[in-house]
């Protein structure tokens, strides 16, 4: 019985660490979606291009994680700055979906590039965390996983008060509700519109990073951020809090899946995630906490 206690712990655990990145990468496609309504399919990529970025200033360059860590996070936010002014921000004006697909091609061309460039073989991260796992009561947590949490949660926490409280998220909300009405009251939405897509490529940095961390480095790394979709949707496209609940929730209920089913029915952990969405939109088709929104013919 204690056995089994403490391996549904440790999956509990576990889930929590991949939750809490599923989190960060959800407050990426959140900021963007706030902002503009747009959800970007090349988020998966600019994660993955982030961690090859940071792996070649640490390996090639001989810097510090610390050192490195910013410099990668400022690379990401020029990336998204350069997206929206030369790409997104001549579609203004043009039908949502046409800048969706957009988004799904930069995603198709980025991951050969990035192959190209850096190669298509797996690699490990160096990783700046002790390798000797802390063991609480039975309880195996490496330092990675723990660090990678800790990081997570400190992001969020930093948006959530950035945009309940800071003049600039205020200005990013009011913009996203209402755009023609923000830019009468003096908000430039071209700049918050800029400024969110540099926000929200940062995000894919340090989701990126932290991945690095934890899994092995190849281009499949871009394909976590498909995985995150149950999870922002669950929450809600429009809320922060719903992209931190739905993250750990999707987090801990796959990686519990995982280690129970898995054996006896190979992929179920892959695809439990889309079951407990379908479950749930099934109830509040908005998400957990998604703005519900009433159309009256």
Known sequence: MAGELNFLLQLFVS????????AVIGIGFV??????????FAHGEILMVAAYFCLILI???????????????????????MMERFIFRPMIGEPVFAVVMITLGLSIILRPLTGMVFGFGNVMFPSPFPHKPIVLS??????AHLWTFLISCAVILIFFLFFKYSKVGI???????????AFLMGINVKRIFSLSWAIAAAT??????????????????????????????????DSIVGALIGGLI????????????????????????????FIILIIRPYGLFGTEEIERV
């Open 204 to 237: 894919a940095g340090i989701a990126g990073i932290l991945l690095a961390n934890v899994l092995v480095m190849n281009l499949n790394l871009s394909f976590v951020a498909v995985k995150v979709f149950p999870a922002i949707i669950l929450g809600g496209l």
């Open 59 to 81: 390996e090639n360059f001989h810097l510090h994680f610390l050192i490195a860590f910013p410099l990668t996070l400022i690379f990401c936010a020029v990336i998204g700055f």
């Open 15 to 22: 889930g929590l660490s991949v939750g809490s990145v599923y």
């Open 171 to 181: 200005a990013m909300r009011a913009a996203a509700d209402r755009q023609m009405v």
């Open 138 to 143: 039975g309880i195996v947590v490496s330092h």
């Open 31 to 40: 900021v963007i979606y706030k902002a503009t309504k747009i959800l970007n």
């Open 250 to 277: 999707i987090g801990v209920f796959e990686t519990i899946v995982g280690g129970y089913l898995d054996l006896y029915l190979s992929g179920i952990k892959e695809i439990s995630a889309y079951i407990l969405l």
